[in-house]
């Protein structure tokens, strides 16, 4: 898939498929957790990329709130 104008979608994945004339090919896609890491694609299902990525930037975050608010 191309998006024109885009150097890289959003929860962009690419794979490489050898098609033969008349059958068809399934793919199971799995989409990121956060926008700005890309998503995964294979012949089987996917485990999302990126859940440990927001963990972190979500406990560091909370860390940061209880800092400032002085608790």
């Given at each position: 898939m191309?998006?024109?104008g885009r150097a890289r979608p959003d929860g962009y994945a690419g794979l490489g498929v050898d098609l033969v004339a008349g059958r068809t090919t399934e793919l199971s896609y799995a989409p990121?957790?956060?926008t700005f890491v890309g998503g995964r694609i294979g012949p089987v299902p996917q485990r999302s990329p990126g859940l440990l990525?927001?963990?972190v930037m979500a406990v560091l975050l909370a860390l940061g709130w209880l800092v400032r608010s002085g608790t």
């Open positions: 191309e998006c024109p990121p957790w956060a990525l927001v963990v």
